[in-house]
T-cell receptor
Framework: NAGVTQTPKFQVLKTGQSMTLQCAQDMNHEYMSWYRQDPGMGLRLIHYSVGAGITDQGEVPNGYNVSRSTTEDFPLRLLSAAPSQTSVYFC???????????FGPGTRLTVT | RKEVEQDPGPFNVPEGATVAFNCTYSNSASQSFFWYRQDCRKEPKLLMSVYSSGNEDGRFTAQLNRASQYISLLIRDSKLSDSATYLCVVRDSGYALNFGKGTSLLVTP
């Protein structure tokens, strides 16, 4: 199993550009989520999904959209990038009823 | 947002030392508790869950005090490879995890 994969690893955007961060898992996990990690802050939940076709907002959803059309994929879309969205983004997945979340390697995003 | 507070660190300890990390959480209804480890520029990985009865995994011991809303992690006989950031994590109801800011540990020769 590849586990949780994320692409790209690094990205530089200009303010106002849009892009999609990709996340995929091959463990047949029902739950998937997106976090951002900023210096001096804990990981903060952006959006999550408890199954295909079901998504919900986390703590910091503004400026981001998600969809979950398949069990495997959970892309995160930045609609109009802002410098405040410069961060490291982690995707995670888990079985329903399991407390352990498996994280992808992260995407380092810089918005200039 | 419910808060998870950790020792600010960093902790610099020699090999073989015993080191303890503490964490407090604000939501008395929190259900699950964990320590995750995060190496520099890597993703977090589950180190261990924390149970009310206390639990041990080799050199690592985790304890939970629900009355005081306090979680601890003890590392005995520190190794160079233990150098990392340790994240205190709490799950309230539902799916979302609340992460502390992390405590950095550096084990030196």
């Amino acid at each position: 199993n590849a586990g949780v994969t994320q692409t790209p690893k690094f990205q530089v955007l200009k303010t106002g550009q849009s892009m999609t961060l990709q996340c995929a898992q091959d463990m047949n996990h029902e739950y998937m989520s997106w976090y951002r990690q900023d210096p001096g802050m804990g990981l903060r939940l952006i959006h999550y999904s408890v199954g295909a076709g079901i998504t919900d907002q986390g703590e910091v959803p503004n400026g981001y959209n998600v969809s979950r059309s398949t069990t495997e994929d959970f892309p995160l879309r930045l609609l109009s990038a802002a410098p405040s969205q410069t961060s490291v983004y982690f995707c995670a997945s888990s079985y329903s009823g399991s407390d352990e979340q498996y994280f992808g390697p992260g995407t380092r995003l810089t918005v200039t | 947002r419910k808060e998870v507070e950790q020792d600010p660190g960093p902790f610099n300890v020699p090999e073989g030392a015993t080191v303890a990390f503490n964490c407090t959480y604000s939501n008395s209804a929190s259900q699950s508790f964990f320590w995750y480890r995060q190496d520099c520029r890597k993703e977090p990985k589950l180190l261990m869950s924390v149970y009310s009865s206390g639990n041990e995994d080799g050199r690592f011991t985790a304890q939970l005090n629900r009355a005081s809303q306090y979680i601890s992690l003890l590392i005995r006989d520190s190794k160079l490879s233990d150098s990392a950031t340790y994240l205190c994590v709490v799950r309230d109801s539902g799916y979302a995890l609340n992460f502390g800011k992390g405590t950095s540990l550096l084990v030196t020769p």
